[in-house]
């Protein structure tokens, strides 16, 4: 078994190892992952949650085992911005030249406004610390469902993007998985596995911050008969709702609702 860590800003993770094939999802800058396999320039990975696909070779640096253990837990910050600036301390340009909204860091100093971070290899970075959020302080939102809904509502109008996990495109379960993962509730990356998490909720006693499931799509409800969600017919976040007769009303999702479950602890 090999180890690794992401050193782009976001990587496509494949169901197969060739660049047309399904995008399942996105991996962040100093995701972790074991590495079982190499074909054709991309890399079999395992997340440590269990969910498995292909990378870019390139995206990818191998570490140590040791390294892979101590990276679990090195995160001191997480991005909190939309996306976040990077400037090298070496000069140039700087590669990735900015991050996403949920990636984690080990700042290791902080001057003034700025915080240092070091990449893989060495190369040090310094980033605005009005972008990020120390990790402790995030733990006051672990469950807040209105925390939950604040966040998903940054997002509205952002484009539906298959596998996406980023606020340049979500997919239905990414948005949800990534909204959760910044309350401190983690959850599968897929709708089918979201849905047998946290515990069923009758129809009538469904209230904001539960997970309402449809064949393939999951929602998040804002209460009174409302939901956020990545929407492929919307064309990306919207507000829809599931009352008749109500503005932004989806007869399709009303009429093939599933099930709701309520993933907060």
């Given at each position: 078994m090999k180890y690794g860590v992401i050193i782009r800003?976001?990587?496509?993770?494949?169901?197969?190892?060739?660049?047309?094939?399904?995008?399942?999802?996105?991996?962040?800058?100093?995701?972790?992952?074991?590495?079982?396999?190499?074909?054709?320039?991309?890399?079999?990975?395992?997340?440590?949650?269990?969910?498995?696909?292909?990378v870019d070779e390139k995206a990818v640096y191998p570490i140590a085992k040791t390294a892979y253990k101590e990276?679990?837990?090195?995160?001191?910050?997480i991005v909190t911005g939309i996306t976040a600036r990077l400037v090298s301390d070496q000069g140039g340009y700087p590669i990735p030249p900015f991050l996403f909204y949920g990636t984690t860091l080990?700042?290791?100093?902080?001057?003034?406004?700025?915080?240092?971070?070091?990449?893989?290899?060495?190369?040090?970075?310094?980033?605005?610390?009005?972008?990020?959020?120390?990790?402790?302080?995030?733990?006051?939102?672990?469950?807040?469902?209105?925390?939950?809904?604040?966040?998903?509502?940054?997002?509205?109008?952002?484009?539906?993007?298959?596998?996406?996990?980023?606020?340049?495109?979500?997919?239905?379960?990414?948005?949800v998985q990534t909204v959760f993962r910044m309350a401190g509730v983690a959850l599968p990356r897929d709708s089918k596995?979201?849905?047998?998490?946290?515990?069923?909720?009758?129809?009538?006693?469904i209230r904001p911050g539960d997970l309402l499931f449809f064949p393939?799509?999951?929602?998040?409800?804002?209460?009174?008969g409302r939901i956020i969600h990545a929407s492929l017919g919307e064309g990306g976040v919207a507000v829809n709702s599931l009352v008749p007769n109500t503005p932004g009303f989806r007869k399709d999702l009303y009429e093939s609702f599933r099930t709701a479950r309520r993933a907060l602890p």
């Open positions: 800003n976001v990587t496509d993770l494949r169901a197969h190892p060739i660049f047309r094939s399904e995008r399942k999802s996105q991996l962040l800058l100093n995701e972790t992952v074991t590495i079982s396999s190499r074909q054709k320039g991309y890399l079999k990975v395992t997340l440590p949650d269990g969910y498995s696909g292909w990276l679990q837990t090195a995160a001191t910050h080990a700042v290791k100093r902080r001057i003034g406004q700025r915080g240092t971070i070091s990449m893989p290899g060495g190369k040090q970075y310094q980033i605005a610390m009005s972008k990020i959020t120390r990790a402790k302080e995030m733990k006051a939102f672990r469950g807040d469902a209105g925390y939950i809904l604040k966040e998903a509502r940054r997002f509205l109008g952002v484009p539906y993007v298959w596998g996406g996990m980023t606020p340049f495109g979500f997919d239905c379960s990414g948005l596995d979201q849905m047998r998490c946290g515990n069923p909720v009758d129809h009538a006693d393939g799509h999951v929602a998040i409800a804002l209460g009174r």
